[in-house]
């Protein structure tokens, strides 16, 4: 996790919205662009603040055929936080996103999102030559300008408060 997590998860930063696991161990502290290198697979996180204040993102290949994938999964999605400042964080991060136009593969911390359960079932009827259910980078821009489009809603009701 980010310093900000870990000092979440360890109370020493007050949240609503977290639960406070006191038998978590501190390994390690994560920053934005560090990698993780499992195998022959690196992960780059990415802090994506918004949904939490410093929730982490990946990016990490992904392998069918032969042929290597990019795929992104975004740590934070929903909108429930408070503030015009989170939510102008939330849409300084989804900016960032969409301007990775390398993403082919959206892997969702939520099966809606990414239409996973929809995809894995096409992915169990597929045949030979056909494309991977989960490629579909077009998606994942869409899906990214339905998130922005829905924060921009909630700035306004947000500022609307003040």
């Known amino acids: ?15 609503d919205y977290a639960n406070v696991n006191t038998r978590l161990k501190k390994d390690w502290v994560i920053h934005d662009g560090d990698s993780l290198k499992l195998g022959n697979t690196s992960i780059k996180f990415f802090e994506t ?13 992904v392998r069918d055929a032969g042929k290597e ?20 964080l939330y849409l300084q991060s989804i900016d960032r996103i969409m301007k990775m136009k390398n ?20 992915l169990q009827t597929r045949k030979a ?10 998606d994942f821009q869409n899906w990214l300008s339905e998130l922005e489009a829905n924060a921009e809603k909630k ?8």
């Open 155 to 162: 700035l306004e009701a947000e500022k609307a408060k003040n």
């Open 129 to 138: 030559g056909e494309p991977h259910p989960f490629v579909a980078p077009e």
């Open 49 to 61: 603040p918004g949904h939490t204040l410093r929730v982490l993102s990946m990016s990490f290949p």
């Open 103 to 122: 993403v082919q593969v959206n892997i969702t911390n939520h099966p809606d999102p990414g239409k996973i359960f929809q995809r894995a079932r096409l």
């Open 69 to 88: 994938y990019n795929a992104f999964m975004l740590g934070g999605v929903g909108l429930n936080f408070e503030g015009v400042k989170q939510t102008e």
């Open 1 to 15: 996790m980010t310093e900000t997590d870990w000092e979440i998860a360890e109370g020493k930063i007050k949240n």
